[in-house]
């Protein structure tokens, strides 16, 4: 029998890039001028268990879930079929390739192991007869800019890298293109499982939830309608309530906002209203996950290892017990408790609780900084692999600085809940 004529199209690849507004990979596919396919695998590498903790929490997960759910309806105004699998990648493509003849492949280039390791298995599936196109979409400066400015030496302290980037390099600006309206909208399966967010859950600092619309209301309203931008030097330390920070990462994170989309708005609201250190925080902060991002093209797995970016050689201790009190808020240090109560309760831990938590895990505890950072990625409604590591490997003293980082604990609990209150919110008494 004759196989059925299958429709041709261009497949896109959705992975931390949870988006449409400026999408690199949006652009490519209708520049393909095919009809557009849509996926995303919820692959389980990203849902083992390392050192006992599962990759992907359940707050994570949700955020994941509605961003999905909202992705798919934001596509389906243009009858763009959107395919999500709870399954390999491979798999998924697999699948797809039973409905459609793929052409062209669009995705976003990512340089850590596991999503390397799926890459290289997504296009053997694919064949070598299918285009492939490479995007990058996760940047404020272009991997490109970086290499020509650094000539492909990577500095190793983040002011060597601030102080030249902030001087010499442009942000591109956001990508400008329309989304074809399909006639033909063919059914995709759309598995993803279950979400019980109990509302309980929801600390009052991270009470959001996931989607581009969210995050642009969230965008709106910190910059625009509260104007609390204009305070952020002096209000980000804060450990309570949702204005103190901008609340953008969990957005950054899974690429439901794009980092150009946040600078350009930032950009217009210091042209309208406003231009001080406090705008200039908010820049210098995200130069901070830049550097990271950009730190791990360079350093590759080194990011995950004991020695870290140093190479140093260092000993790795894992007592059982002593990492469960931590978990659990069950240590000396109240302070410590309360930010690990609170990660453990909401998803959420300020700036300020990670260093001191992580900074109290590797050197008053002194266990191996990569369970900590295992548990901060099961937890944190945030996570992101460059930020993460990056921020513990800095900490112990192995990434990029080479001295550790070590906190006085008592002394940030007196300076930044100087009553209190935080520790009374989180323990119980
Ligand atoms: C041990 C440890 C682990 C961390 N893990 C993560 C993580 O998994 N994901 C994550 O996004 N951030 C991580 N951070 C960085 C930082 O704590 C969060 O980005 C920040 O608390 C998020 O809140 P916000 O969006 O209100 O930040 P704001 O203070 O409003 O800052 C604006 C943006 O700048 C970026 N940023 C701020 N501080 C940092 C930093 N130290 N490193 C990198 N980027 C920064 C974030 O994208 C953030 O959204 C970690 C920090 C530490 C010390």
Not at 197 to 223: C, D, I, M, T
Not at 366 to 383: M, N, T
Request: hydrophobic residues 35%; charged residues 30%.
């Amino acid at each position: 029998m004759q196989e059925k004529q299958k429709q041709e199209c261009t497949l896109i690849w959705f992975r931390n890039d949870l988006r449409v507004r400026d999408n690199k990979l949006l652009k490519e596919a209708i520049a393909t001028k095919r009809y557009l396919v849509a996926f995303y695998a919820f692959d389980p590498v990203f849902f083992k268990r390392q050192y006992s903790f599962e990759r992907t929490g359940k707050f994570r997960l949700c955020f994941l879930i509605e961003t999905l759910k909202e992705l798919k309806e934001n596509l389906a105004k243009y009858n763009i079929p959107f395919y999500v699998g709870l399954k390999k990648t491979e798999t998924v493509v697999r699948e797809i390739q039973n409905d459609f003849l793929i052409t062209t492949l669009v995705y976003q280039e990512d340089e850590t192991s596991d999503e390397k390791d799926i890459e290289k298995r997504v296009r053997k599936v694919v064949g070598s007869k299918v285009k492939k196109i490479r995007v990058t979409n996760q940047y404020l400066y272009e991997p490109h800019q970086i290499d020509t400015l650094f000539n492909k030496k990577y500095p190793l302290s983040f002011s060597s890298f601030r102080n030249k980037v902030e001087k010499k390099l442009d942000v591109d600006t956001e990508l400008n293109y329309h989304l074809p309206y399909q006639d033909i909208y063919s059914q995709a399966f759309f598995e993803i499982p279950n979400c019980s967010r109990a509302e309980k859950f929801l600390g009052n600092s991270f009470p959001f939830k996931g989607g581009e619309k969210q995050a642009s209301v969230r965008l709106k309203s910190y910059f625009f309608e509260t104007k609390k931008v204009i305070d952020y030097k002096k209000t980000r330390n804060n450990l309570l309530g949702i204005n103190c920070s901008t609340k953008f990462s969990p957005w950054l994170s899974n690429g439901s906002i794009s980092v150009k989309t946040i600078y350009k708005e930032l950009k217009r609201f210091e042209d309208e209203y406003e231009a001080n250190s406090s705008t200039y925080w908010v820049y210098f902060e995200l130069l901070w996950r830049e550097f990271f991002k950009h730190a791990v093209r360079y350093h590759k797995n080194n990011f995950f290892k004991l020695g870290g970016i140093q190479k140093k050689t260092i000993l790795s201790i894992h007592d059982n017990k002593v990492i469960k009190n931590w978990v659990l808020g069950n240590t000396t240090s109240d302070f410590v408790n309360a930010n690990m109560i609170e990660l453990r309760k909401t998803g959420w831990m300020s700036n300020r609780g990670r260093q001191n938590v992580a900074s109290y895990f590797v050197h008053n505890l002194q266990q191996d900084w990569r369970i900590g950072a295992a548990y901060f990625e099961s937890l944190l409604v945030d996570y992101d692999p460059h930020s993460n590591y990056g921020n513990w490997m800095y900490i112990a003293g192995v990434g990029n600085s080479s001295e550790s980082k070590k906190f006085d604990i008592e002394w940030q609990a007196n300076t930044y809940d100087k009553y209190g209150e935080f520790r009374a919110k989180w323990i119980d008494k």
